[in-house]
């Protein structure tokens, strides 16, 4: 099955500054990826998603780029705020007949100093 | 719209116990899954089903067990609680493509 891989594990860093956070995933039949956000005792939420068909998706100071040939996918926080930190999670969807099954990678936690 | 609600919130569980987490949709959603969560392993797929009796295994299916009788509900069963099933669980659902999936509030489950 797929495998999802998600690095680091956790991350800080200072308000105003970039978060970079990286994915990378094992089967090539994967065509769907989206990112969810974490707060603390709160349900995981969609922040952002791209479909294989594109490279990069953007949404104001969040950006998704996309590699389907090294087969890996980043999230880019620009201008990070401190209600940024939270744990983010990658997915990738591997579609096999009927079935989906959404598969995470383990998570980061992104810290945001004032 | 609910979305997707699970109970309870909160449940201790001596060893050897069971008990149903319930989730149910009101979106109508085709797939439901469960997932636990546990501290840097991310959100782990127990079961997940793609409609209305028809249910599958996923990554961690052990000593759980699912059924979906209509479309709206999704409970997990636990049979015998086991420490090692003390975790937060999560039930989901989205629609058939490929589109975002709702989650409910988590059930955070001790077993003693």
């Known amino acids: 099955g797929e495998n999802v891989e998600q690095h680091p594990s956790t991350l800080s860093v200072q308000e105003g500054d970039s978060a970079v956070i990286k994915c990378t995933y094992s089967?090539?039949?994967?065509?769907?990826f989206p990112w969810y956000k974490q707060e603390l005792g709160k349900r995981p939420q969609l922040i952002i998603d791209?479909?294989?068909?594109?490279g990069e998706k953007k949404d104001q100071r969040i950006a998704v780029t996309l590699n389907k040939t090294a087969k890996h996918f980043s999230l880019h926080i620009t201008e990070t705020q401190p209600e940024d930190s939270a744990v983010y999670f990658c997915?990738?969807?591997?579609?096999?007949?009927?079935?989906?099954?959404?598969?995470f990678g383990s998570g980061t936690q992104l810290t945001v100093l004032p | 719209n609910a979305g997707v609600t699970q109970t309870p919130k909160f449940q201790v569980l001596k060893t050897g116990q069971s008990m149903t987490l319930q989730c149910a949709q009101d979106?109508?959603?085709?797939?439901m899954s469960w997932y636990r969560q546990d501290p840097g392993m991310g959100l782990r797929l127990i079961h997940y089903?793609?409609?209305?009796?028809?249910?599958d295994q996923g990554e961690v299916p052990n000593g759980y067990n699912v059924s979906r009788s209509t479309t709206e509900d999704f409970p997990l069963r636990l049979l015998s609680a086991a420490p090692s099933q003390t975790s937060v669980y999560f039930c989901?659902?989205?629609?058939?493509?490929?589109?975002?999936?709702?989650f409910g509030q988590g059930t955070r489950l001790t077993v003693v």
């Open positions: 997915a990738a969807i591997i579609s096999s007949g009927s079935a989906r099954q959404l598969t």
């Open positions: 089967d090539s039949a994967s065509n769907y």
């Open positions: 791209i479909r294989s068909n594109v």
């Open positions: 979106m109508n959603h085709e797939y």
């Open positions: 089903s793609v409609g209305a009796g028809i249910t």
């Open positions: 989901a659902s989205n629609d058939r493509g490929n589109t975002e999936a709702f």
